[in-house]
């Protein structure tokens, strides 16, 4: 026997639907005036009726052994692990949150009174550099022009330059050697070591608080001598409150016999 | 037959698992795992991997059984255990152990009649058992030549007698996927039936019931 061809996946869906019951009153109407019509439409509804039916007599398969759950089959999967869970989530999520807080607060911090440090270290020692007829603008090994300090100052003219760049270099941060060794020496640092250090500024710059001196020594060596605690409460608090949160979450995260 | 099994009691049961008896729980697990796993063996045609999804179904049932809001428990649990054999299915594909044939002859062999728990009619002949048995066997083998989500669709609107609207719910798509799919299905099963003639007993053989 060979399918009938003519028949479409509509004509298909009418003659499932017609053995299911599923048509509407109009639908089966026209079903009807159909088959009596068509011979292979009639064929078609017989053999696919033929197979529902042998389909809905299969019986149930008969099970190889019972499917009861035990205590022990289900603890894991009880709800109180998914509650650990989401616990465990939200506690690793509020202790990232801290930790970044408290790397926030620190760096904030260390660069804030470096901050103001270097805006207030930068006048002193211009102010040093600028000082008509010292001693530096005498011995310095180029020619030297005589312009008004304010001038030099507003616009300053090019031979003027390496006295500034000096001043500069004493107030801004340079890198310290990593490993105790010297520093590379720039052509700035040694236009700095090669003029002698003026005695009026060197007695203007003992005036200065320590950490706004401009000396050789780096900011931040000054701003380690500052009596500042290595914790202070806010984040000794957020440290702490990370350490608990990360140990409960661990805790949390242990299965439960 | 395949009819349903209305389980008593079956919302209280729901109930009390919902709030985590388990006893409540393994009732209902007692009234669906007939249906369940021969779900789970048409759909995979292997017995072990049949028992394994319908385990691992009720497993994941009791997991869930918090999420269910009403309706049809049969299309809830139904759903979760052809989830667990596609999840299966696919798992195998991805890495074939077995091929489709060598699940067919596998399944052959498992499809005696005790396997298939013959519900034999009393005042039937012995002819007319091995007949019927025959035929249940050709329907078997040509279900598992269907593709899985023909498979699937026939398996729960024939074989398990649900409507389209449970069938819908249970495979998670529409109801008009559920009409056409179903209808290839049948006609492919027609047609596996066919090429399988001198095996069905006469009332089964198509082209002659089909001569006016």
């Not at chain 1, 202790?95 to 805006?119: E, R």
């Not at chain 2, 991997?49 to 918090?66: N, P």
Request: aromatic content about 6%; charged content about 20%.
């Amino acid at each position: 026997m060979t399918a009938p061809a003519s028949l479409s996946q509509h004509d298909l869906e009418l003659i499932s639907s017609f053995l299911d019951g599923s048509l509407t009153p109009k639908e089966r109407h026209n079903f009807l005036s159909r088959l009596q019509q068509e011979p292979e439409l009639r064929q078609a509804l017989a053999e696919i009726r033929t197979v529902r039916e042998g389909l809905r007599s299969l019986p149930l398969i008969r099970v190889p052994r019972a499917f009861r759950l035990t205590r022990d089959m289900v603890i894991p999967l009880r709800p109180s692990q998914s509650q650990r869970s989401r616990y465990y989530a939200w506690g690793s999520a509020v202790a990232a949150m801290a930790l970044a807080l408290l790397v926030f607060f620190d760096l904030s911090s260390s660069w804030g009174l470096a901050a103001q440090s270097i805006p207030a270290a930068l006048p002193a020692a211009l102010r040093t550099q600028a000082t008509p007829n010292s001693p530096a603008r005498a011995a310095a090994p180029f020619p030297i022009s005589s312009p008004p300090a304010a001038e030099s100052f507003s616009s300053p003219p090019l031979a003027s330059q390496p006295t500034q760049v000096q001043a500069l270099s004493a107030a801004v941060p340079t890198p310290a050697p990593l490993f105790g060794g010297a520093a590379p020496a720039s052509a700035t640092n040694e236009l700095s070591s090669s003029i002698p250090q003026p005695p009026a500024a060197h007695t203007e710059s003992e005036n200065l608080p320590s950490q706004l001196r401009p000396s050789a020594s780096p900011p931040w060596a000054s701003l380690a001598s500052t009596s500042r605690p290595l914790l202070r409460p806010g984040e000794l608090l957020l440290a702490l409150a990370t350490a608990g949160l990360a140990i409960a979450a661990l805790v949390s995260r242990r299965p439960r016999k | 037959m395949a009819a349903r099994h209305d389980i008593p009691n079956e919302r209280q049961l729901i109930s009390a698992s919902q709030g985590g008896n388990l006893e409540a729980f393994n009732q209902l697990i007692t009234g669906y795992q007939g249906q369940v796993y021969s779900i789970a063996f048409r759909l995979m045609g292997e017995a072990e991997a049949a028992a394994d999804a319908t385990q691992e179904a009720f497993l994941s049932c009791y997991r869930h059984v918090r999420e269910f809001r009403g309706g049809s428990f049969r299309a809830f649990l139904f759903r979760i255990v052809t989830n667990a054999c596609y999840d299966e299915l696919r798992r195998r594909q991805r890495k074939p152990t077995v091929s489709l044939d060598d699940l067919s002859s596998s399944r052959s062999e498992e499809s005696d009649p005790e396997d298939l728990s013959v519900l034999s009619d009393p005042g039937e002949t012995p002819e007319e058992a091995t007949s019927r048995h025959e035929l249940r066997r050709a329907l078997e083998d040509c279900l598992l030549q269907l593709s899985l989500e023909q498979r699937a669709v026939v398996i729960l609107a024939d074989v398990q007698a649900m409507d389209y609207t449970e069938v819908a719910q249970s495979l998670k798509i529409a109801l008009g996927t559920v009409k056409s799919r179903l209808a290839r299905a049948r006609a492919n099963l027609r047609d596996c039936l066919s090429s399988k003639g001198e095996l069905l007993p006469s009332e089964f053989r198509l082209e002659e019931e089909a001569v006016p």
